[in-house]
């Protein structure tokens, strides 16, 4: 598995940006994807966005069409983004970094980000 650790969250106001980083170490080369997740007070964690080995990027239906969210990876660094610029209240949650081979998953801590209106 890989080991994960988040960081870029924070408080910010309304229409503000942060970027969230990803920095993975451990069996690199098993990973097939790289995605963030976030989870509201009271909600079920969500996907985000998430970015293939090869460099294909999906996002969830509920942040698609936003063109203030994308998702990014530099392979030479370990490393995947979600920049985030026009942020909304209801994007505050806590944000979780995820890598999946075809043998296991691996969560990092999660970051918080707080959108104030």
């Known amino acids: 598995q890989v080991q994960l650790v988040e960081s870029g969250g924070g408080l910010v106001q309304a229409g503000g940006s942060l970027r969230l980083s990803c920095a993975a170490s451990?069996?690199?080369?098993?990973?097939?994807?790289m995605g963030w997740y976030r989870q509201a007070p009271g909600k079920q964690r969500e996907l985000v966005a998430f970015?293939?080995?090869?460099?294909?990027?999906?996002?969830a239906d509920s942040v698609k069409g936003r063109s203030t969210i994308t998702i990014s990876r530099d392979s030479a660094k370990n490393t995947v983004y979600l920049q985030m610029n026009g942020l909304k209240p209801e994007d505050t949650a806590v944000y979780y970094c995820?890598?999946?081979?075809?043998?296991?998953?691996?969560w990092g801590q999660g970051t918080q980000v707080t959108v104030a209106s």
């Open positions: 995820n890598a999946a081979s075809v043998r296991w998953i691996s």
């Open positions: 970015i293939s080995s090869g460099g294909t990027s999906n996002y």
């Open positions: 451990g069996s690199i080369d098993s990973i097939a994807g």
